[in-house]
Every structure is written in C-alpha cells, then in structure tokens.
C-alpha cells in the first residue's frame, strides 16, 4: 500500500515538473520574440539574414546595419580574432599630399599594418656621392651607363640638370608610380609623381623622402614601380632602397642571362640584414618587342627588328623584380641544423611591420598592366601588397606568352589550300634557292 502511494506521489511530481517546463519554454520564447522585435525597430534597415531558432547569445552578436566596417574581405583580426566585411564601395581619396582627414577607426589597428615608416630622407649631394664612391658591379654599370662614366656630369653641381640634357629617354616608356599606403590600407599616390614625366628632379624628390613632412598622414608601406628605368631612376633607387634591399643583387638578378625565373625566399638564413628582412621573386622570360621601343643594353634580342615582314618575330628577352622589404627587428629566430656545417640562425620578421615594395619592369613592349593599384582594395600589410603586385606580374607573363604562341602559331601554320595545291606543297617540302 505504501508502495502504491509512493508511486503516485512521484507521477503527480513528474506531471507538475513537465508542466513547470512547458511555462518556462513558452516565457522564454516570448521573451526571444520581443527582444527580437526591440532590436528591428531600433535598426535602420532589416536584418540581412535570419536563423530558424535564433538564441539569446546570436542576439548579442548582431551589429546595427549600419555599422561600418573597416576590415578586408574575409581577413580575421590577428589580435581579436573576429571577422567582418570590408566595404569595397568605398570612395578613393586622391593623394596622401592632398586628401584631408582622417578615415581610420579604434578598430583599423586590429586588421591593417599601424606602424609608420621610419622617416628618411636623401640630398642630391649624396646621390652625387653614391654614384662616384659605390663600387659598381658590371651588371650595375651596364644599367647605369654614361651616367657613372660621365666624371664632368658628376662633379656638376647641378646634377638633375645636367642629366635632364643627357637623358633622351622617352617619357612614354619610362614612368615612376610611388604609392604610400596609408594606416587603413589605402594606396594613395603620391602627387609628386605628376610632374616626373617633365623633370629627372620630381622622380628624385618622389624616391628620396619618407614620412619627412609631419604635418601629412604617415605611411606605414610604400609601393614604388620602375617601369624602363632610366640611369637616373636607377642610380636613385639604389641610393634610397639599397637599405633595405640588396639592390647590387637585384639588378644582377634582373639582367643576368644565366639566371631563371625563381623566388629568393630564403633569405631569412643571411647575416645580411636586409636579405633577412626581404624576399624577392625575378621574372625571366622573352617577349615581343613592340613599335618605338627601344631595347636595353643588356637584352639580348633579335638583330633583325623589322615590324613590316609577316614572316618574322622580333622578339627581345626581358625581366621584372618584385621584392618585399619588411622593417624594424626581427620578432623571433629559429635555427637549421645541417649535415654539412654548424646550425644556421635564421630570422623571422613581423608580417605587419612596416613595408615596402619594389617592383622593376624591363620590358620593351607595350603589355605591362598599368592599373594594378587603380582598385579599391586596402592592402592589410607589407605581403598582400607584395602578393597583389607578384599576381599582376604573372597576369603580364600570360598575356605576353599568348601574343608569342599566337605568332608563332600564324608563322609555322600552312595555309589551309595546302591540302588541295601539290605545287604548294612541294614548295613547303622541299627547299629551293629562297
């Protein structure tokens, strides 16, 4: 009898429990429904997407529409770990000379390189000096010609001047861009750059300052493009980079003919500093000389450059350099053990320091894209920007290398009435005294 009772007594417990539950179920699902309604009348627009069974803690995730976000697509932050979306709408400013304002927010830091450039800055006596005291490799000397041979232009004391008269080159071929990059990743042209196609002296002023002037937004990278340098343009920058890159290194790797295409990315083992702190990759291929272009000393090229005979290819090698410079000190070291030798110390260099990026173009043709940083994408830090840059060089390559399969192609095809014409054929066979 009391076992009865006890059973009971737990059923009728059950029954209240499940009851209980039931309500609570119910109040917290009118309660998720009014927050929810709250939240929709205090946005500006609907919500861009909904759950099913959307919970409490999905509540207090969901940001105002209208909340501006500043971080590049799918790029999670390295400090927070949060992700957003960037808004690529964005207006582009003009000039990190001109633009006025400040567009970065508390949240840029989490997402964008923050550091600026250490402040630098070059006189025209020390490039005069550099030109005289630099001891030249053969490579270098081919690139710098009259210009370090010439020991009258060198003792000028107007240099930019007297090179102004000496270089004949033609402004439609050779052309600086100098881009800073500002803390939200935008690449702003320097406006300095405008004026480089009427004097030697304005691409000198673009390659020898950074952040000197406080009062201007400093920049935490730069992006500088060499296309068909001149040997002023040479000379200048390997005054200005030749801190912060091996530039007798790279311009051997530019015009060498032994070398191949290759990426140098193992310069973290080096007791040089500046091989420590960079990577580089060098283009090495042939392309097709176009109309007007002249052909650097140092490219060597088909002897016969007539554009007119249907039944000839002018074509000439040519070669690019795109390198990564990252600054400040390296934030960790490792070490590689050899069979061969003692273990090697290598150095590892924060990806969101401070950067540049160099980027050299000999190619005498008309195909190099002009537009790879006419975008609006903000460059996170010093290897987006070097990655952007290295995927333009290689959408160069295959443009190039289609236009001389398709030559080639033409050249080597016989005409479709081969087939029908013996007289035709026996011309094609058998050799005759043309």
């Not at 009259?146 to 033609?170: G, M, P, T, V």
């Not at 952040?211 to 992006?223: E, F, L, M, P, Y």
């Not at 160069?396 to 016989?414: G, M, Q, S, Y």
Request: charged fraction near 25%; include cysteine; glycine fraction near 4%.
């Amino acid at each position: 009898m009391a076992v009865t009772n006890t059973t009971e007594t737990v059923q009728a417990l059950l029954e209240k429990l499940d009851l209980q539950r039931q309500a609570y179920l119910e109040t917290n699902d009118q309660l998720q429904a009014l927050l929810i309604q709250i939240l929709l009348q205090t946005q500006s627009s609907p919500i861009l997407y909904q759950q099913p069974a959307i919970t409490y803690a999905d509540i207090r995730r969901i940001e105002p529409a209208n909340a501006k976000s500043k971080t590049a697509t799918s790029i999670k932050s390295r400090r927070r770990g949060s992700s957003t979306v960037y808004d690529a709408s964005a207006s582009k400013k003009g000039s990190l000379y001109t633009a006025e304002g400040d567009s970065s927010d508390s949240d840029e830091g989490d997402f964008f390189a923050q550091n600026p450039l250490p402040a630098e800055s070059y006189t025209e006596d020390q490039l005069r000096e550099h030109l005289k005291e630099h001891k030249w490799h053969p490579h270098a000397r081919l690139m710098l010609g009259d210009l370090i041979r010439n020991d009258l232009l060198l003792s000028s004391k107007q240099l930019f001047e007297a090179i102004s008269k000496l270089d004949h080159s033609d402004v439609d071929h050779t052309q600086l861009d100098c881009f800073e990059v500002d803390s939200d990743g935008s690449p702003l042209q320097n406006s300095k750059i405008r004026d480089v196609e009427h004097s030697p002296f304005a691409a000198w002023e673009a390659l020898s300052a950074t952040n000197v002037d406080k009062s201007r937004r400093q920049a935490v990278g730069r992006i500088i493009i060499l296309r068909e340098p001149s040997p002023m343009l040479f000379g200048a920058a390997h005054l200005t980079m030749n801190k912060h890159f091996d530039m007798d290194s790279l311009y051997r790797k530019l015009i060498d003919d032994e070398s191949t295409s290759e990426a140098y990315i193992r310069g973290y083992l080096s007791d040089d500093p500046r091989r420590a702190s960079s990577i580089a990759f060098v283009f090495k291929y042939h392309t097709i000389v176009g109309k007007g272009r002249p052909i650097q000393p140092w490219q060597n090229h088909d002897d016969n450059l007539n554009f007119s005979r249907e039944d000839h290819i002018p074509i000439s090698t040519c070669s690019s350099v795109v390198a990564l410079s990252l600054s400040g000190n390296p934030i960790q070291t490792l070490k590689r053990n050899s069979r061969k030798k003692k273990s090697v110390i290598g150095h590892v260099y924060d990806p969101f320091a401070p950067w540049r990026v160099l980027l050299i173009q000999c190619f005498p043709d008309w195909r190099s894209s002009m537009d790879t940083y006419e975008t609006s994408h903000h460059y996170v830090n010093g290897p987006d920007a070097f990655l952007t840059t290295l995927l333009g060089e290689y959408r160069d390559a295959t443009t190039r290398f289609r236009e001389l399969n398709r030559r080639i192609v033409k050249l080597v095809t016989p005409p479709r009435s081969t087939i029908f014409d013996r007289g035709l054929r026996d011309q094609l066979l058998f050799e005759n005294d043309e």
